[in-house]
Nanobody, 126 residues
Framework: VQLVESGGGLVQPGGSLRLSCAASGRTFGTYAMGWFRQAPGKEREFVAAISRSGGRTYYADSVKGRFTISRDNAKNTVFLQMNSLNDEDTAVYCC????????????????????WGLGTQVTVSS
């Protein structure tokens, strides 16, 4: 599967962005999806994950209550709605996919994902 992110950009502190990740292929519903981010000079970190069906989600503590992950299996797309952004959210955001037979599983470790997009830059600055 190929993953292409979009929706990044420059936003002021307190603002919002909605990231999208479009997947190729006809088996999107068999993939659990995740979002990760990497800031300059820092290691890649987990942001959010969603199960194949979309019925289960999981968030990093740093974004809980501010970010929402969702998916539209009919459109082969996963989203990340980001609200109340601050400068610590500045990073390249990448989506990832894992082929799984488990409908309800979510995955928070980068090594659990098989496919990655190239990422989209999010910059929070006044």
């Amino acid at each position: 599967v190929q993953l292409v992110e979009s929706g990044g950009g420059l936003v002021q502190p307190g603002g919002s962005l909605r990231l999208s990740c479009a997947a190729s292929g006809r088996t999107f519903g068999t993939y659990a999806m995740g979002w990760f981010r990497q800031a300059p000079g820092k290691e890649r970190e987990f942001v959010a994950a969603i199960s194949r069906s979309g019925g289960r989600t999981y968030y990093a503590d740093s974004v809980k209550g501010r970010f929402t992950i969702s998916r539209d299996n009919a459109k082969n797309t996963v989203f990340l709605q980001m609200n109340s952004l601050n400068d610590e959210d500045t990073a390249v955001y990448c989506c990832a996919a894992r082929d799984t037979s488990y409908l309800g599983n979510v995955y928070s470790a980068a090594g659990q994902y098989q496919y990655w997009g190239l990422g989209t830059q999010v910059t929070v600055s006044s």
